[in-house]
């Protein structure tokens, strides 16, 4: 049980368009879920914590206007990369928790972006 | 300095033996995580604790909350346990994941 899935695994785009990632929980209800970015050869990074129904809390130095995070449902959120640029390619990360941060969380496969 | 530092880095072993592997913390936690990421990138939530031992198969996880350290221990090391290995706390005033730097482990036949 407490997986979570991420779509699509990687993805290529030009400069400048946006792209959308998608993170489920698939046999749970989650009501928290983190984006976190990570770098090759460095830890994660989180990026925002969101919440089921309410605006995602972003970490500093996170712009939330070009990180677009929706929580629609207790299934799934979403992370819009808009104007992506060669910068934002990294590998993204989601994962999912029942009760805040002091539960499990569930880690998704991750996304690797590649903006040219 | 780091608020989770583990050590160590790197480490290579031989099939069979026994691996541990160290996290120090300077901060107040309710909890602890180990986490295990594979080539490929996924991560694996291996273990949650806020006080004790843990054992799931080959894997012992231990903390001190006293000292301010958790240990994570690998019997009977295979080659299918290559990966990174990161230790993340809780803070106790706070609600996000804190990650130490990851230790990268390579088990040759």
């Known amino acids: 049980g407490a997986v979570v899935s991420q779509h699509p695994s990687w993805v290529i785009c030009k400069s400048g368009t946006s792209v959308k990632i998608e993170c489920r929980s698939l046999?749970?209800?989650?009501?928290?879920m983190f984006w976190y970015r990570q770098f090759p050869k460095q830890s994660l990074m989180l990026m925002a914590t969101?919440?089921?129904?309410?605006?995602?809390?972003?970490e500093q130095g996170v712009e939330k206007d070009k990180f677009l995070i929706n929580h629609a449902s207790l299934t799934l959120s979403t992370l819009t990369v808009t104007s992506a640029h060669p910068e934002d390619s990294s590998f993204y990360i989601c994962?999912?928790?029942?009760?805040?941060?002091?539960?499990?969380?569930?880690f998704g496969p991750g996304t690797r972006l590649t903006v040219l | 300095k780091n608020e989770v530092e583990q050590s160590p880095q790197n480490l290579t072993a031989q099939e069979g033996e026994f691996i541990t592997i160290n996290c120090s913390y300077s901060?107040?936690?309710?909890?602890l995580h180990w986490l295990q990421q594979h080539p490929g990138g996924g991560i694996v939530s291996l273990f949650m604790?806020?006080?004790g031992k843990k054992k799931h198969g080959r894997l012992i996880a231990t903390i001190n909350i006293q000292e301010k350290h958790s240990s994570l221990h690998i019997t009977a090391s295979h080659p299918r346990d290559s990966a990174v290995y990161i230790c993340?706390?809780?803070?106790?005033?706070?609600?996000?994941?804190?990650f130490g730097g990851g230790t990268r482990v390579l088990v040759k036949p």
């Open positions: 994962s999912a928790s029942l009760a805040g941060t002091t539960d499990t969380q569930y």
């Open positions: 046999d749970f209800q989650a009501t928290t």
């Open positions: 969101s919440n089921e129904g309410s605006k995602a809390t972003y």
């Open positions: 901060v107040g936690i309710s909890a």
């Open positions: 604790l806020s006080s």
């Open positions: 993340a706390v809780i803070k106790a005033a706070g609600n996000k994941l804190t």
